[in-house]
């Protein structure tokens, strides 16, 4: 897991997630922390770093781990470069686990298994995190399911989600697949968990536990995980971790006897409360998208947020209006999601008009790209959005049974 800020104008909600699985996961789906705890002090006893000889033991420990949950299983083995590399070449696998539903969709629940050095036995980050994703496969096996469930443990997580990338790199048909990713990483130090996701997928909140407190944030000092492969992809992404971590992550204190197995094991729940939650389908709303006198213009049946794509590039969640193109053709998409994941885009070929950038009024969004390169920016740098998106609501209170205190 490396530490950074997440890209200037990114917005990000924050979710303290504290409790039990969804109604939707039915009362069967029980975790038991014990079996998360042996799991995690077993891949304790293997060194888990770059060029270590023993990540292939942790790789083989988790294959036989996966099958024994009655998971389809396949290794990714993939190697990478990096100058700060001695030696520059670095080898690494991913390890994923299928379990086949009744249709070709599929949800994502990933946990990388490296760690960032040799003198840190990763518990947290993030041995419990394959753990409680190896749980959630557990108590997921008897119960039927739409949705594919591709279990993935991601190798080349802390030298730069090299295992993500790769995977996703070398799937792209299944991108348009994914209802929703899940990542697990550092979850489970500290007393609750908490959740990113963007804006514009916002929807997976809703599946989750109703008792939750959300706080937007245009910027998080945030871990860095393979989440951020699978946003870059366009693919709905949530990222489940707990406040305590940067306390003991990357140090030799990032034992596993230092972690709250309850915690993981109602991760572990949520998780799969969340996927039974994804699980019922259906279509995504209707979308009326148009492009007047330069003016992006669409509406929606249910007012679920919009994401505004042009040419490719996300301008994130944004109001019908408040997009103006810069004079040339250009393809416009808007895409927003159903309550349980399902997908609607409605595309459109748009003519721009002639702008002075920056030109801003109240929440407008000016794009002047096409034109000249802004001094200091390379061609093919993201362009600059002149003007700030519109806030989103904030969510109703929760209803339904109250969370019980984590211990």
């Known amino acids: 897991m490396r530490q950074s800020l997440i890209l200037r104008g990114a917005a990000v909600l924050l979710v303290v997630l504290a409790g039990i699985a969804p109604a939707a996961a039915l009362d069967n789906l029980t975790a038991d922390p014990a079996r998360i705890e042996e799991v995690t002090y077993d891949l304790c006893t293997f060194e888990r770093a770059l060029g270590s000889k023993e990540r292939t033991a942790a790789a083989t420990y988790i294959t036989t781990a996966m099958e024994e949950r009655g998971l389809s299983v396949s290794t990714g083995r ?24 009744a249709t070709d969709r599929i949800v994502v629940i990933s946990a990388h298994y490296d760690t960032a050095g040799s003198e840190t036995p990763g518990a947290d980050d993030n041995a419990a995190g394959v753990a409680t994703m190896l749980e959630v496969a557990r108590i997921l096996n008897a119960t039927p399911l739409n949705r594919t469930v591709y279990f993935i443990a991601f190798g080349g997580e802390e030298t730069g989600l090299e295992g993500s990338r790769r995977w996703l790199a070398d799937n792209p048909d299944l991108h348009d697949r994914i209802v929703a990713a899940i990542n697990l990483d550092c979850i489970a130090s500290g007393d609750r968990l908490l959740a990113t996701v963007l804006p514009q997928h916002r929807w997976i909140l809703d599946v989750l536990p109703p008792c939750i407190e959300e706080t937007p944030a245009r910027l998080l000092d945030a871990a860095r995980g393979d989440e951020h492969a699978f946003r870059a992809a366009g693919i709905p992404t949530i990222r489940l971790y707990e406040r305590d971590s940067h306390a003991i992550i ?144 904030p969510r109703p209170p929760g209803r339904g049974r109250p969370c019980r205190r984590l211990l």
């Open 250 to 393: 990357h140090t030799a204190d990032d034992r596993p006897e230092r972690l709250n197995y309850t915690l993981a094991a109602e991760c572990a729940e949520i998780v799969a409360g969340t996927v039974v939650g994804l699980d019922a389908g259906g279509d995504g709303p209707g979308i009326d998208l148009s492009v007047e006198n330069g003016t992006v213009i669409f509406t929606t049946l249910n007012d679920a947020p919009i994401e505004v794509i042009v040419d490719g590039t996300s301008l994130g969640v944004l109001p019908s209006g408040s997009v103006t193109l810069p004079k040339s053709p250009h393809v416009v998409q808007a895409v927003t999601y159903g309550p349980t994941g399902a997908k609607a885009v409605a595309t459109v070929m748009g003519e721009g008009v002639e702008i002075v950038p920056p030109t801003v009024s109240g929440s407008a969004v000016t794009i002047p790209w096409g034109g000249k390169t802004e001094p200091g920016r390379r061609p093919n740098d993201p362009p600059h959005l002149c003007g700030r998106p519109a806030l989103l609501p």
């Open 78 to 101: 993939f190697a990478y470069t990096n100058c700060y590399f001695d030696p520059p070449l670095a080898l690494s696998s991913n390890i994923i686990g299928v379990r086949e539903g």
